[in-house]
């Protein structure tokens, strides 16, 4: 009896020790957690956390709840590749990020190399706001996703809805910081010319974030006389471009990409009424339900990143509730495979991966700012009016033929 009691608490302890070490999904967020892309960064971290407790919230996987580590990576690439490098050890198998293309770019690559390196280790990278076209181009990767659009995607979408609306004009002028993010967002608007009836009377790459006054570029943006100002300027680059422009007393409609970054419109004041911007979310364009939601977990209406960033952890919780790891190793590629095979329904429509370059097809929501709207911005009485939903499929542009993404077991 002594023996059977012995053999029933050493299989119970067993058991015991398994169910203790079934394997947890570790997600590690490697954002800008401090230094001036530190609001930014907050938010991606703040949504991801937001979502992943859904998931723990609906039992986890793989019988343990989903963990969350951070890493500030202070704003720069070469500290992401530190920070990479500890979440391997640490065992982290998704990263998340989205403040910077530059910092994205430094984590494809330092995924795709650890993969190649591992076999049987690999890590996913879910990219939330790198939108330099060359992550799905030349640096395309099986195990890197990109949840956000692109500058292709913002401006046929501005073009659509501006010309719908009858604020379009046929003069364009384009300005845009001088790096890989701005760089497209200028031979986006020359790709649309032709389709949207506009021609580019001038177009201007400038430094990022070290130009105090737009004045000197305001005054030739005025020689040049346009209706329209398409702009990818993002944080103080892009509320002094557009100050500058009142100050002068411009006439013009602004088509942007960065308008409601947290503070623009307080900053801006009623110098942003009537501009346009094109991004992956806005309550305005929804039933309210998930803003609701998402204010009672956190105190705020989700805003800027923080609604599509819950969309992309909500989408890699549907592929994960496909699969069944049985609380044995957790399998990074049979995950990838399955988020490639996931279509998630979001307030303002459907999200799905196309398989070839790993970009979303996604809606984008063009609004333009106007008074006393339903979700108000910056404690102001102004905030942004949905003009129209663009469909995913409507918005997508063609993979790049620079991608050549290696396959598993290619």
């Not at 995607?153 to 300005?175: F, P």
Request: net charge negative.
């Amino acid at each position: 009896m002594k023996r059977l009691a012995l053999i029933a608490a050493t299989s119970a302890l067993a058991m015991g020790a398994s169910a203790l070490h079934a394997e947890p999904l570790k997600i590690g967020i490697i954002e800008s957690l401090s230094g001036a892309q530190t609001s930014t960064g907050r938010l991606y971290a703040n949504a991801v956390s937001y979502a992943v407790a859904r998931i723990n919230e609906d039992g986890g996987f793989n019988g343990e709840p989903v963990e969350v580590i951070e890493y500030d990576n202070a704003g720069g690439a070469p500290d992401a590749a530190t920070k990479f490098r500890q979440a391997v050890a640490d065992g982290v198998d998704v990263i998340f990020q989205g403040a910077s293309s530059a910092i994205a770019g430094q984590l494809t690559e330092d995924v795709r190399k650890h993969n190649l390196r591992n076999p049987g280790k690999e890590v996913m990278f879910i990219n939330l706001g790198g939108e330099a076209m060359e992550l799905t181009g030349d640096k395309c990767q099986f195990y890197h996703f990109r949840f956000t659009t692109t500058a292709p995607m913002r401006v046929n979408a501005l073009v659509s809805a501006m010309k719908e609306a009858g604020d379009l004009g046929t003069k364009v002028y384009s300005i845009n910081q001088n790096y890989s993010w701005g760089q497209d967002m200028q031979a986006a608007v020359e790709t649309a010319a032709a389709g949207g009836d506009f021609e580019i009377v001038d177009e201007v790459l400038h430094d990022v974030n070290k130009i105090q006054d737009f004045a000197p570029f305001v005054a030739r943006l005025k020689s040049a006389a346009p209706d329209t100002v398409f702009t990818g300027n993002w944080s103080n680059d892009l509320l002094l471009l557009m100050k500058a422009s009142g100050d002068a007393g411009l006439d013009v409609t602004f088509a942007t990409a960065y308008l409601d970054q947290p503070g623009n419109i307080a900053n801006a004041g009623e110098t942003a009424l009537g501009h346009y911007i094109a991004n992956n979310y806005d309550n305005a364009a929804t039933d309210g339900e998930f803003a609701e939601a998402y204010k009672a977990a956190t105190g705020h209406y989700p805003t800027f990143v923080e609604g599509h960033t819950a969309f992309a952890v909500g989408a890699l919780q549907q592929a994960l509730e496909t699969l069944d790891f049985g609380g044995d190793a957790i399998d990074v590629t049979k995950i990838a495979l399955a988020l490639e095979n996931t279509t998630y329904e979001t307030p303002v429509g459907p999200i799905s991966v196309r398989k070839e370059d790993h970009q979303t097809i996604r809606p984008v929501v063009v609004s333009k700012v106007v008074k006393n709207p339903k979700y108000p911005a910056d404690d102001t009485d102004m905030g942004f009016e949905t003009v129209e939903v663009v469909s995913g499929e409507t918005a997508i542009y063609p993979v790049q033929d620079s991608c050549k993404m290696v396959r598993p077991g290619e």
